[in-house]
C-alpha cells in the first residue's frame, strides 16, 4: 500500500534541490518560438501556467484581439507571425485585478558568475494593471521584486532584474506575474526572455536616439529622441505582416524629391530641417498591404515631434503621405477656392473646387496665359489619386486637347457638393505661375425621360417637349465611334520597360516580367455620330464593366484591342487594352465634352486619347520573331450598345491598322519600320478585319477548342484532369491543341492554364456583361514570373513508415499546382500534407512511378509560406537506390497558373539499413490492475505531445533516432490501441552494452504495444542486421534491457518486457506485480536513481512544480513530475505523485536508493 508522510515531516526533508530538469546551459534565450498559439496554446521547454490564479497566460501572434491594448506583432522579429505570451483582458471574469501566473523552467545559475534575467514586456493600454516578478528558489517565493504598472505605450520596454542574491543556486525559477486592470484595455505581453551571466550597462541602445550608447545591453527607457534646435524629428514605427521581404518604405522631402530616410520592414527616427516638405510612402510588393486577413495584420505609423500623422495597414502596391509641406503642394494640402479667376503661384498647384450644384462647369487657362498649360480634376479621394504625367488617371484633364492651343480647357458635369481635386500644372516648365477660370455654365437642361430615344443622362433639368419616342423620324442616328489611323501611325515608338507590376501580364499589358521591348503608339477613339456613346460608371452601368482582373480595377471592357497578324493570318499574343477611363478628352470646334472617368463615355464630337507615354498602351514585342505583321487596333469590335441600348451607326469604321517590319541584331535586340501600302487584314474566310481564325488544327473558323480533350466542345475540370492523368500516362502528345503556353512540352502548367481558364470565365459569367471577351482561355498564353521563387526540399525520411514528406517554401506566390520527378524509389501511393490545402487540391501519381503532380481544381490555392511547410507525403513501394532524391521540378505554377523559378534545396538524402521490432512493456505510474492494461488519461487531456520529448529531455538519441512526430489520427484511437506516451528504444552494443548503436521514439498502447509513429506499425531502427541488446526507456520510469543480446533483422523481432520470463540485465530491472512486470515508477530527476530524500531527490520537483509553499496546490500538463501519468502533478492527497517514490525505495527507509539496471 502507498505510504503518506505528514506534512509537518516534509519541511525535514526538503534538504536537496532537484536539478535533473533544471536548464544548465547559459546564456538561455526564450523567444516562445517552438510554442503553439492558442488558448492557452502549447507551451514547451517547461514553461507553464500555474493553477493558483486566476487566468492562464496564451500564446499569441498576428496581435491580440481588442484594439489601442496588446501588441501588433511580436519584439523578437517585429512581424506578424512572430510569438509571444499575453494575458487577454477580455471579458466579464478577466477583469479587474485577475491573476495570470507563468511559470519558467528550472535554472541551475550555479555556474554564473554574474546572473542576470532580462525580458521585454508590452503593457498598452488605458485601464492597465501591472506586472510582476516573483521568484521561486527552491520552493520559496520571493515576490515583487520588479514591478511595472499603468499604460506604459505602444512600444516593447525591457524590464530586468539581478539574480545575484541567488547566485550559486540551482532550482531557481522566474514567475511573471500579471494583474489585469479595470476593463479591457489592460493586455499584457512578454517575449524575449534571458537569463545568463550579465555585466549591465544600462542607458539607451536604440541606434537613432540622439544618446545611442554602443556598449548598452540594458535598454532603461532613456532613449533621447530630441532634435537639435532648428530641426524636426519623423519617426516610422512598422510592424511587417508575415511577409516581411515585400514591404519597403521612403522618406522624400517633397520640395528637392531628396530620399532621407529608407528601409524595408522596420522602422526608424529621422531628424529634418524644421519645416521640411516630407512625403513617406510605403510598397508593398504583392499588391496587398500590410493588413491582411491571410498574411497578418501588420501596420505603420508616422509621427512628427511626436504628433501621429498617419497610420495604417490596407493599401494595395503602396501608400504615400504627404505632411509638412505648403498649401497646394499636393493633393492633401489642396488650397479651398470656389468661382472666378485665380492664380497659381507655382507649378504644379492643387486646389479643392466643391461645386454649390450639380451642372456643367469649364475650368479654362485659355486666354489667361502664354505658356503651355495642364488641367486635371479628381474626384476621388487624396489616397487613391495617383498622380501622372499625362492626363491618365484623372477624372477629367487636358494637355492641349481643349481646342484652345497650348492652353487647357476642361468641361465637366459636377454634382453638387461633392469636392473636386483640381491641379493646375505645365508642361516641360514653360510657367512659373498659372492663371485660371472657374465658369459655371448652368445645369444640363435635356431629355430626362429613358425611354426616349434622346435620353441625357447627365440632364439634371427637363427641357420642355424635347422628347422623341423611339421610332420618330427624328430621333438621333446614333453614335459613331472610329479610330485615328495618323495618331496610330505617327506616334509609333520602340521603348524597352522593366516589368515589376505582377498585375502587367495578367492583364494583358505584357507577355511577361522584367525587362521587355514593346511598341508604343497613341490610340485616338472619335465619336463622329450624332449621339453621345454613353458608358457610365461601375456602380450604376457594371454590365459595361469588367472586375475580374489582377489590380481590383473596374475597366471598360470594351475601349480597344490591339492584334498582331504575321503574313499568314495567325494572331501573334501580344497584349490588350481595356480602358480604365474613357473620357472627353477633347472636342471638335463647336461641341462641348462632359464626360469624366466618375461617369464615363464619348460625347458626340469628341475624342478620347490614349497617349504612347501611357502605361501599356503598346504591344509587347519582346517574343516575336522578324518578319512582316499587321498591327490591328479595334473598338467596339463585338458591336455592342452603349449603356442606353444605343447601337453606333457604322461598326466597319471601328478598326484602324498599320504594317510593320521588325528586325533583329545580332543580339536578337528588335527594331521596327513602317511598310508601305498596307492591304486590309482579312481573316481566314476573306472578311475584313474579321473575326475568324485558323483554330489549332489548322481549320479556317474551325470549332476546336485549344485544352478541350475530352472533345466536349468545352473547356473545363475534365480536361484539366484529362491534362494530369495524360501526363502521368504519358499520353498526351504535344500540339498547338495541347501545349497550352507554347513552350514545347504538355505539363502541370498546361492543366493548370485550363484550371485558370474555366475558373475566371466561371466567375466572368456570375456578372452581368455585354462585352463577351474573354483572353484568360485564348492561348497560348502564359509566361515565367521572375519575381517569384518556390523551393522543395525533402522535409522528413521516415523508412519506419516507408515514406517521404516533400516540404515547399514560397514566399513570393501562392502556388495552384506543382509536377517534380523523385529518383530512388516508386511510388505506391501520395497524399497531401499542406494544412490550407486539405480537400481543395488533388495529388496524383501512377503506382510504381516516379513522378507526383499537385493541382486544385478549384482554383484553390497554397498562402505563401517565409519557411518550409509540409507539402506532400510519398508512400513509397520499393527503394531503388542508395539515395532518394527529388530528381527534377518539370514545373511549379503561381496563382495565375504562370511558371516560377523553381530549386531544389537539400533534395536527398541517405538510405539506411534497418531493423524491425516489437516491443512490450507495462509502465508502473499509468497501470490499472483491475483492467490489466494502463490508463491513457494524458491522451483524453490531449497532453501526449505532437513531437518526441526525449530530445529535449536531453537523452542520447543515435542512428538517426529524435524528432518523431506523431502521424494524424493516431490520438483518436480508443481502447487498448490508445496511446499512453511515448517511449525511447534503444539497440545496445553486443560488446559493449553501454554503447546505443541506435534509437527510436515510439508511441506505448494501453496493452503495452510498442507501435511506431502512426500507432500501428512496427518500430524500426537504423542500424545492420545482428545481434543487440533491446532497452526500452521511459522519461519518469526506470529502463529495462535485455540480459542476452538478440539477433535482429528487416523481420519483426518481438521483445517482450512485460513478462517476467524476459530475463533483463541486472537486478530487479523491473517491478514485480501479479503475474506481469512493470518499469518502476518515480524517476523524476534523470539521473538513473530513485530517491525520496537527499541530494537530487525525485520527490522535492514535485513539489516544485506545483507552488513549492502550497503543498496541496496542483499543477496540470505534462510533466516529469507526474509520476502517475495523470496529467496532474499532486504533492499531498490522494493519488499524489510523491507517495510512489517512496514505496519504489523500499516504503520504510526514505534515504534509500534504487538504481536503474542499465549499464
Given at each position: 500500500?502507498?505510504?503518506?508522510?505528514?506534512?509537518?515531516s516534509?519541511a525535514?526533508l526538503?534538504s536537496?534541490?532537484?536539478?535533473?530538469?533544471?536548464?544548465?546551459?547559459?546564456?538561455s534565450?526564450q523567444?516562445?518560438t517552438?510554442?503553439?498559439?492558442?488558448?492557452?496554446?502549447?507551451?514547451?521547454?517547461?514553461?507553464t501556467?500555474?493553477?493558483?490564479?486566476?487566468?492562464?497566460?496564451?500564446?499569441?501572434?498576428?496581435?491580440?484581439?481588442?484594439?489601442?491594448?496588446?501588441?501588433?506583432?511580436?519584439?523578437?522579429?517585429?512581424?506578424?507571425?512572430?510569438?509571444?505570451?499575453?494575458?487577454?483582458?477580455t471579458?466579464?471574469?478577466?477583469?479587474?485585478?485577475?491573476?495570470?501566473?507563468?511559470?519558467?523552467?528550472?535554472?541551475?545559475?550555479?555556474?554564473?558568475t554574474?546572473?542576470?534575467?532580462?525580458?521585454?514586456?508590452?503593457?498598452?493600454g488605458?485601464?492597465?494593471?501591472?506586472?510582476?516578478?516573483?521568484?521561486?528558489?527552491?520552493?520559496?517565493?520571493?515576490?515583487?521584486?520588479?514591478?511595472?504598472?499603468?499604460?506604459?505605450?505602444?512600444?516593447?520596454?525591457?524590464?530586468?532584474?539581478d539574480?545575484?542574491?541567488?547566485?550559486?543556486?540551482?532550482?531557481?525559477?522566474?514567475?511573471?506575474?500579471?494583474?489585469?486592470?479595470?476593463?479591457?484595455?489592460?493586455d499584457i505581453?512578454?517575449?524575449?526572455v534571458?537569463?545568463?551571466?550579465?555585466?549591465?550597462?544600462?542607458?539607451?541602445?536604440?541606434?537613432?536616439?540622439?544618446?545611442?550608447?554602443?556598449?548598452v545591453?540594458i535598454?532603461?527607457g532613456?532613449?533621447?529622441?530630441?532634435?537639435?534646435?532648428?530641426?524636426?524629428?519623423?519617426?516610422?514605427?512598422?510592424?511587417?505582416?508575415?511577409?516581411?521581404?515585400?514591404?519597403?518604405?521612403?522618406?522624400?522631402?517633397?520640395?528637392?524629391?531628396?530620399?532621407?530616410?529608407?528601409?524595408?520592414?522596420?522602422?526608424?527616427?529621422?531628424?529634418?530641417?524644421?519645416?521640411?516638405?516630407?512625403v513617406?510612402?510605403?510598397?508593398?510588393?504583392?499588391g496587398?498591404?500590410?493588413?491582411?486577413?491571410?498574411?497578418?495584420?501588420?501596420?505603420?505609423a508616422?509621427?512628427?515631434?511626436?504628433?501621429?500623422?498617419?497610420?495604417?495597414?490596407?493599401?494595395?502596391?503602396?501608400?504615400?503621405?504627404?505632411?509638412?509641406?505648403?498649401?497646394?503642394?499636393?493633393?492633401?494640402?489642396?488650397?479651398?477656392?470656389g468661382?472666378?479667376?485665380?492664380?497659381?503661384?507655382?507649378?504644379e498647384?492643387?486646389?479643392d473646387?466643391?461645386?454649390?450644384?450639380?451642372?456643367?462647369?469649364?475650368?479654362?487657362?485659355?486666354?489667361?496665359?502664354?505658356?503651355?498649360?495642364?488641367?486635371?480634376?479628381?474626384?476621388?479621394?487624396?489616397?487613391?489619386?495617383?498622380?501622372?504625367?499625362?492626363?491618365?488617371?484623372?477624372?477629367?484633364?487636358?494637355?492641349?486637347?481643349?481646342?484652345?492651343?497650348?492652353?487647357?480647357?476642361?468641361?465637366?458635369?459636377?454634382?453638387?457638393?461633392?469636392?473636386?481635386?483640381?491641379?493646375?500644372?505645365?508642361?516641360?516648365?514653360?510657367?512659373?505661375?498659372?492663371?485660371?477660370?472657374?465658369i459655371?455654365?448652368?445645369?444640363?437642361?435635356?431629355?430626362?425621360?429613358p425611354?426616349?430615344?434622346?435620353?441625357?443622362?447627365?440632364?439634371?433639368?427637363?427641357?420642355?417637349g424635347?422628347?422623341?419616342?423611339?421610332?420618330?423620324?427624328d430621333?438621333?442616328?446614333?453614335?459613331?465611334?472610329?479610330?485615328?489611323?495618323?495618331?496610330?501611325?505617327?506616334?509609333?515608338?520602340?521603348?524597352?520597360?522593366?516589368?515589376?507590376?505582377?498585375?502587367a501580364?495578367?492583364?494583358?499589358?505584357?507577355?511577361?516580367m522584367?525587362?521587355?521591348?514593346?511598341?508604343?503608339?497613341?490610340?485616338?477613339?472619335?465619336?463622329?455620330?450624332?449621339?453621345?456613346?454613353y458608358?457610365?460608371?461601375?456602380g450604376?452601368?457594371?454590365?459595361?464593366?469588367?472586375?475580374?482582373?489582377?489590380?481590383?480595377?473596374?475597366?471598360?471592357?470594351?475601349?480597344?484591342?490591339?492584334?498582331?497578324?504575321?503574313?499568314?493570318?495567325?494572331?501573334?499574343?501580344v497584349g490588350?487594352?481595356?480602358?480604365?477611363c474613357?473620357i472627353?478628352?477633347?472636342?471638335?470646334?463647336?461641341y462641348?465634352?462632359?464626360?469624366?472617368?466618375?461617369?464615363m463615355?464619348?460625347?458626340?464630337?469628341?475624342?478620347?486619347?490614349?497617349s504612347?507615354?501611357?502605361?501599356?498602351?503598346?504591344?509587347?514585342?519582346?517574343?516575336?520573331?522578324a518578319?512582316?505583321?499587321?498591327?490591328?487596333l479595334?473598338?467596339?469590335?463585338?458591336?455592342?450598345?452603349d449603356?442606353?441600348?444605343?447601337?453606333?451607326?457604322?461598326?466597319?469604321?471601328?478598326?484602324?491598322?498599320?504594317?510593320?517590319?521588325?528586325?533583329?541584331n545580332g543580339?536578337?535586340?528588335p527594331?521596327?519600320?513602317?511598310?508601305g501600302?498596307?492591304?486590309?487584314?482579312?481573316?481566314?474566310?476573306?472578311?475584313?478585319?474579321?473575326?475568324?481564325?485558323?483554330?489549332?488544327?489548322?481549320?479556317?473558323?474551325?470549332t476546336?477548342?485549344?485544352?478541350?480533350?475530352n472533345?466536349?466542345?468545352?473547356?473545363?475540370?475534365a480536361?484539366?484532369?484529362?491534362?494530369?492523368?495524360?501526363?502521368?500516362?504519358?499520353?498526351?502528345?504535344?500540339?498547338?491543341?495541347?501545349?497550352?503556353?507554347?513552350?514545347?512540352?504538355?505539363?502541370?502548367?498546361?492543366?493548370?492554364?485550363?484550371?485558370?481558364?474555366?475558373?475566371t470565365q466561371?466567375?466572368?459569367?456570375?456578372?452581368?456583361?455585354q462585352?463577351?471577351?474573354?483572353?484568360?482561355?485564348?492561348?497560348?498564353?502564359?509566361?515565367?514570373?521572375?519575381?517569384?521563387?518556390?523551393?522543395?526540399?525533402?522535409?522528413?525520411?521516415?523508412?519506419?513508415?516507408?515514406?517521404?514528406?516533400?516540404?515547399i517554401?514560397?514566399?513570393?506566390?501562392r502556388?495552384?499546382?506543382?509536377?517534380?520527378?523523385?529518383?530512388?524509389l516508386?511510388v505506391?501511393?501520395?497524399q497531401?500534407?499542406?494544412?490550407?490545402?486539405?480537400?481543395?487540391?488533388?495529388v496524383?501519381?501512377t503506382?510504381?512511378?516516379?513522378?507526383?503532380?499537385?493541382?486544385?481544381?478549384?482554383?484553390?490555392?497554397l498562402?505563401?509560406?517565409?519557411?518550409?511547410v509540409?507539402?506532400?507525403?510519398?508512400?513509397?513501394?520499393?527503394?531503388?537506390?542508395?539515395?532518394?532524391?527529388?530528381?527534377?521540378?518539370?514545373?511549379?505554377v503561381?496563382d495565375?497558373?504562370?511558371?516560377?523559378?523553381?530549386?531544389?534545396?537539400?533534395?536527398?538524402?541517405?538510405?539506411?539499413?534497418?531493423?524491425?521490432?516489437?516491443?512490450?512493456?507495462?509502465?508502473?505510474?499509468?497501470?490499472?490492475?483491475g483492467t490489466?492494461?494502463?490508463?491513457?488519461?494524458?491522451?483524453?487531456?490531449a497532453?501526449?505531445?505532437?513531437?518526441?520529448?526525449?530530445?529535449?529531455?536531453?537523452?542520447?538519441?543515435?542512428g538517426?533516432g529524435?524528432?518523431?512526430?506523431?502521424?494524424?489520427?493516431?490520438?483518436?484511437?480508443?481502447?487498448?490501441?490508445?496511446?499512453?506516451?511515448?517511449?525511447?528504444?534503444?539497440?545496445?552494443?553486443?560488446?559493449?552494452?553501454?554503447?546505443i548503436?541506435?534509437?527510436?521514439?515510439?508511441?506505448?498502447?494501453?496493452?503495452?504495444?510498442?507501435?511506431?509513429?502512426?500507432?500501428?506499425?512496427?518500430?524500426?531502427?537504423?542500424?545492420?542486421?545482428?545481434n543487440?541488446?533491446?532497452?526500452?526507456?521511459?522519461?519518469?520510469?526506470?529502463?529495462?534491457?535485455?540480459?542476452?543480446?538478440?539477433?535482429?533483422?528487416?523481420?519483426?523481432?518481438?521483445?517482450?518486457?512485460?513478462?517476467?520470463g524476459?530475463?533483463?540485465?541486472?537486478?530487479d530491472?523491473?517491478?514485480?506485480?501479479?503475474?506481469?512486470?512493470?518499469?518502476?515508477?518515480?524517476n523524476?530527476?534523470?539521473?538513473?536513481?530513485?530517491k525520496?530524500?537527499?541530494?537530487?531527490?525525485?520527490?522535492?520537483?514535485?513539489?516544485?512544480?506545483?507552488?513549492?509553499?502550497?503543498?496541496?496546490?496542483?499543477?496540470?500538463?505534462?510533466y516529469?513530475?507526474?509520476?502517475n501519468?495523470?496529467?496532474?502533478?499532486?504533492?499531498?492527497?490522494?493519488?499524489?505523485?510523491?507517495?510512489?517514490?517512496?514505496?519504489?525505495?523500499?516504503?520504510?527507509?526514505?534515504?534509500?536508493?534504487r538504481?536503474?539496471?542499465?549499464?
Open positions: 500500500m502507498r505510504r503518506s508522510l505528514p506534512l509537518a516534509i525535514l526538503l536537496s534541490t532537484a536539478v535533473g530538469q533544471c536548464v544548465t546551459t547559459f546564456p534565450n523567444a516562445f517552438g510554442f503553439t498559439v492558442g488558448t492557452p496554446g502549447t507551451f514547451v521547454n517547461n514553461w501556467n500555474l493553477s493558483i490564479d486566476d487566468l492562464d497566460w496564451y500564446v499569441d501572434n498576428n496581435g491580440t484581439p481588442t484594439a489601442a491594448t496588446g501588441p501588433m506583432g511580436d519584439h523578437t522579429s517585429n512581424n506578424t507571425s512572430g510569438k509571444y505570451l499575453y494575458v487577454e483582458a471579458g466579464s471574469t478577466a477583469t479587474p485585478n485577475k491573476t495570470a501566473i507563468l511559470q519558467s523552467p528550472c535554472y541551475n545559475i550555479s555556474s554564473l554574474s546572473p542576470y534575467l532580462t525580458f521585454w514586456y508590452h503593457m498598452q488605458a485601464q492597465m494593471g501591472a506586472l510582476y516578478i516573483d521568484m521561486n528558489v527552491n520552493g520559496t517565493i520571493y515576490s515583487g521584486l520588479w514591478t511595472a504598472s499603468g499604460d506604459q505605450g505602444r512600444y516593447w520596454k525591457q524590464g530586468w532584474l539574480l545575484a542574491p541567488w547566485a550559486g543556486q540551482t532550482n531557481v525559477r522566474v514567475r511573471f506575474r500579471a494583474v489585469t486592470g479595470t476593463g479591457e484595455l489592460s505581453a512578454l517575449d524575449d534571458f537569463v545568463g551571466n550579465l555585466t549591465p550597462v544600462f542607458g539607451c541602445n536604440e541606434p537613432t536616439a540622439a544618446n545611442y550608447g554602443a556598449n545591453n535598454n532603461n532613456t532613449c533621447d529622441y530630441s532634435c537639435p534646435s532648428g530641426q524636426q524629428r519623423v519617426r516610422i514605427d512598422l510592424v511587417a505582416d508575415n511577409y516581411p521581404s515585400e514591404t519597403s518604405w521612403t522618406l522624400k522631402n517633397g520640395a528637392t524629391n531628396t530620399v532621407l530616410a529608407s528601409g524595408t520592414y522596420t522602422g526608424t527616427t529621422v531628424c529634418v530641417p524644421s519645416g521640411t516638405c516630407l513617406f510612402r510605403i510598397n508593398d510588393t504583392a496587398d498591404g500590410i493588413y491582411h486577413p491571410s498574411y497578418g495584420y501588420g501596420g505603420y508616422v509621427f512628427l515631434d511626436g504628433n501621429l500623422v498617419v497610420e495604417g495597414g490596407q493599401f494595395g502596391q503602396f501608400q504615400e503621405t504627404v505632411f509638412n509641406c505648403p498649401p497646394g503642394f499636393s493633393c492633401s494640402d489642396a488650397v479651398p477656392i468661382l472666378g479667376q485665380h492664380t497659381a503661384p507655382s507649378v498647384y492643387w486646389y473646387f466643391t461645386p454649390a450644384q450639380t451642372g456643367s462647369y469649364t475650368i479654362t487657362t485659355c486666354g489667361l496665359n502664354t505658356c503651355d498649360t495642364k488641367l486635371w480634376l479628381y474626384d476621388m479621394a487624396c489616397n487613391v489619386v495617383n498622380p501622372q504625367p499625362g492626363i491618365e488617371g484623372a477624372t477629367f484633364g487636358d494637355d492641349n486637347d481643349g481646342g484652345c492651343g497650348l492652353q487647357a480647357v476642361v468641361n465637366a458635369v459636377m454634382p453638387g457638393g461633392v469636392t473636386h481635386h483640381l491641379r493646375v500644372g505645365t508642361n516641360g516648365g514653360s510657367c512659373q505661375s498659372v492663371t485660371f477660370e472657374i459655371y455654365n448652368g445645369p444640363v437642361v435635356g431629355c430626362m425621360d425611354g426616349s430615344c434622346n435620353y441625357e443622362p447627365l440632364a439634371t433639368v427637363p427641357c420642355n424635347c422628347c422623341i419616342a423611339p421610332g420618330d423620324p430621333c438621333p442616328d446614333g453614335p459613331d465611334l472610329t479610330l485615328s489611323q495618323s495618331a496610330l501611325q505617327s506616334s509609333l515608338t520602340l521603348s524597352t520597360v522593366n516589368i515589376t507590376d505582377a498585375c501580364p495578367v492583364e494583358g499589358c505584357t507577355k511577361g522584367g525587362q521587355r521591348y514593346v511598341l508604343r503608339f497613341t490610340t485616338r477613339i472619335e465619336n463622329i455620330g450624332t449621339t453621345d456613346y458608358i457610365g460608371s461601375p450604376n452601368q457594371p454590365q459595361m464593366f469588367d472586375f475580374n482582373n489582377c489590380h481590383g480595377h473596374a475597366h471598360y471592357s470594351g475601349y480597344a484591342d490591339y492584334l498582331l497578324f504575321d503574313t499568314l493570318g495567325n494572331k501573334i499574343p490588350f487594352k481595356n480602358g480604365f474613357v472627353d478628352v477633347g472636342c471638335y470646334p463647336g462641348t465634352g462632359q464626360f469624366g472617368c466618375s461617369n463615355g464619348i460625347s458626340k464630337g469628341c475624342y478620347d486619347v490614349y504612347s507615354g501611357t502605361t501599356c498602351n503598346w504591344i509587347d514585342i519582346t517574343d516575336v520573331p518578319g512582316k505583321y499587321t498591327l490591328v479595334r473598338t467596339n469590335w463585338q458591336h455592342a450598345p449603356a442606353l441600348g444605343r447601337h453606333e451607326q457604322n461598326y466597319a469604321n471601328n478598326y484602324t491598322q498599320v504594317c510593320i517590319q521588325i528586325t533583329r543580339q536578337n535586340v527594331s521596327f519600320s513602317v511598310v501600302n498596307c492591304p486590309t487584314y482579312t481573316d481566314c474566310l476573306g472578311q475584313p478585319y474579321g473575326d475568324a481564325v485558323v483554330d489549332c488544327t489548322g481549320q479556317c473558323a474551325g476546336t477548342k485549344t485544352g478541350d480533350l472533345n466536349d466542345t468545352f473547356q473545363g475540370v480536361d484539366a484532369q484529362a491534362y494530369v492523368q495524360g501526363i502521368l500516362g504519358n499520353d498526351v502528345p504535344t500540339s498547338a491543341c495541347t501545349d497550352l503556353n507554347n513552350d514545347g512540352a504538355v505539363t502541370v502548367t498546361d492543366a493548370a492554364l485550363m484550371v485558370n481558364c474555366y475558373s466561371d466567375t466572368h459569367d456570375q456578372t452581368p456583361h462585352i463577351h471577351y474573354h483572353p484568360w482561355c485564348d492561348f497560348p498564353r502564359g509566361w515565367l514570373s521572375t519575381p517569384d521563387t518556390v523551393r522543395l526540399t525533402i522535409g522528413a525520411f521516415d523508412q519506419v513508415n516507408g515514406t517521404v514528406d516533400i516540404h517554401k514560397n514566399p513570393d506566390c502556388v495552384l499546382g506543382y509536377e517534380f520527378e523523385m529518383s530512388g516508386t505506391q501511393s501520395v497531401n500534407i499542406a494544412p490550407s490545402l486539405q480537400g481543395d487540391i488533388s496524383s501519381s503506382l510504381a512511378g516516379t513522378k507526383v503532380i499537385g493541382l486544385s481544381y478549384l482554383d484553390s490555392t498562402a505563401k509560406n517565409t519557411s518550409y509540409p507539402l506532400v507525403r510519398i508512400q513509397y513501394l520499393n527503394i531503388t537506390g542508395p539515395e532518394i532524391c527529388i530528381a527534377d521540378i518539370v514545373d511549379i503561381n495565375q497558373a504562370n511558371n516560377v523559378i523553381t530549386v531544389i534545396e537539400n533534395g536527398c538524402v541517405t538510405v539506411n539499413s534497418v531493423l524491425a521490432l516489437a516491443p512490450k512493456v507495462f509502465l508502473e505510474g499509468a497501470y490499472d490492475t490489466g492494461m494502463m490508463r491513457d488519461e494524458l491522451r483524453t487531456a497532453l501526449v505531445p505532437a513531437t518526441e520529448p526525449y530530445t529535449a529531455l536531453g537523452y542520447v538519441q543515435a538517426g529524435g524528432g518523431e512526430q506523431l502521424v494524424g489520427g493516431v490520438l483518436d484511437v480508443t481502447g487498448p490501441n490508445a496511446i499512453v506516451d511515448w517511449v525511447l528504444v534503444e539497440l545496445r552494443s553486443a560488446v559493449t552494452p553501454s554503447t548503436v541506435a534509437t527510436r521514439c515510439a508511441l506505448l498502447q494501453r496493452d503495452g504495444d510498442i507501435v511506431g509513429v502512426d500507432g500501428v506499425s512496427s518500430v524500426v531502427l537504423n542500424a545492420l542486421p545482428g543487440y541488446h533491446v532497452a526500452v526507456r521511459h522519461r519518469n520510469h526506470l529502463g529495462a534491457m535485455t540480459a542476452a543480446p538478440m539477433t535482429l533483422s528487416g523481420t519483426p523481432v518481438t521483445v517482450d518486457l512485460r513478462t517476467p524476459t530475463a533483463t540485465w541486472g537486478t530491472a523491473r517491478k514485480p506485480s501479479g503475474a506481469v512486470s512493470l518499469l518502476w515508477s518515480g523524476v530527476v534523470r539521473d538513473g536513481s530513485l525520496y530524500a537527499g541530494g537530487n531527490n525525485d520527490r522535492d520537483p514535485i513539489l516544485n512544480v506545483v507552488g513549492g509553499n502550497t503543498p496541496t496546490a496542483v499543477a496540470f500538463g505534462y516529469r513530475e507526474d509520476v501519468m495523470s496529467g496532474v502533478v499532486k504533492y499531498a492527497g490522494g493519488s499524489n505523485d510523491r507517495d510512489p517514490i517512496l514505496v519504489n525505495v523500499g516504503g520504510t527507509v526514505p534515504t534509500a536508493v538504481v536503474e539496471q542499465l549499464p
